[in-house]
């Protein structure tokens, strides 16, 4: 016998969704949303949100955002999202990290760079810390020129360039990415000071630039191979990236 599908009034979403106004229109920010975790052999629990923009001058009531739901298309689209550990808004002292998405790094565990190295490690930090935020910017990959302009510029390294020549021979500037939404969540979520996980001065400078509330940053070095080491020198020697002092 087919048990009848249990009614739940949408209503319940409304808390769930929180509004924030911007210069350009409104970023809608869901959650919290209970996230278990595998990290390495234990589950830890996150929070979860995903926000979305809506540019222009639009209703942005709950009944509103509910009825344009299916026709924005949004699975055609990237979305960014932030997972949360311990007590994010009120802890006295919390780490982030702003972690651009890599297709090819994150899901497929490819060793041509250390992207998925860095997701792992920066929500291991994150935990051993006790409070934190890791940023997952949908669309910042290859640097913000997107995933089918980076398989051309990964064939264009086959051939000899780096990773910055390879962006700039295909039109791009080496680093396309904004922070700016990602920014807009983070002071909706905390006020109080964070540590940023980079080796990257461009994000420390994007943060404090912005009026964010950063004290200082830590390094995040790890997982160097053949496969990548001219890609890290790279970053060190035209994206100015801090030095790690790693070896092969």
């Keep these: 016998?087919?048990?009848?599908?249990?009614?739940?009034?949408l209503d319940s979403l409304k808390e769930k969704i929180k509004v924030v106004p911007y210069d350009k229109g409104v970023t809608y920010i869901v959650g919290p949303i209970n996230l278990p975790v595998q990290l390495d052999d234990e589950?830890?629990?996150f929070k979860w949100y995903c926000w979305l923009n809506e540019e222009g001058e639009v209703d942005s009531s709950f009944e509103a955002i509910l009825k344009r739901l299916p026709t924005i298309q949004l699975a055609s689209q990237q979305q960014s999202s932030v997972i949360v550990y311990g007590d994010f808004e009120s802890e006295e002292s919390a780490?982030?990290?702003?972690?651009s998405i890599c297709h090819t790094g994150d899901i497929f565990g490819s060793k041509r760079c250390d992207c998925g190295y860095q997701l792992k490690q920066s929500l291991r930090m994150i935990k051993e810390h006790g409070t934190g935020a890791l940023f997952y910017l949908a669309n910042h990959e290859g640097r913000g020129i997107g995933l089918f302009s980076k398989a051309l510029a990964y064939l264009l390294q086959e051939e000899g360039l780096d990773t910055v020549d390879a962006n700039e021979r295909l039109g791009f500037a080496d680093d396309a990415r904004s922070y700016d939404e990602a920014l807009r969540v983070l002071k909706a979520l905390r006020q109080l000071p964070v540590t940023l996980i980079t080796n990257n001065p461009h994000k420390l400078e994007a943060l404090q630039?912005?009026?964010a509330n950063v004290v200082g940053r830590i390094p995040l070095w790890g997982d160097v191979s053949s496969y990548n080491q001219r890609y890290l020198e790279t970053k060190m020697e035209k994206a100015g990236h801090f030095r790690g002092g790693y070896s092969i």
């Design 43 to 45: 589950t830890v629990f």
């Design 95 to 99: 780490l982030i990290r702003m972690h």
């Design 209 to 211: 630039d912005s009026g």
């Design 1 to 9: 016998m087919i048990e009848a599908v249990q009614e739940i009034p």
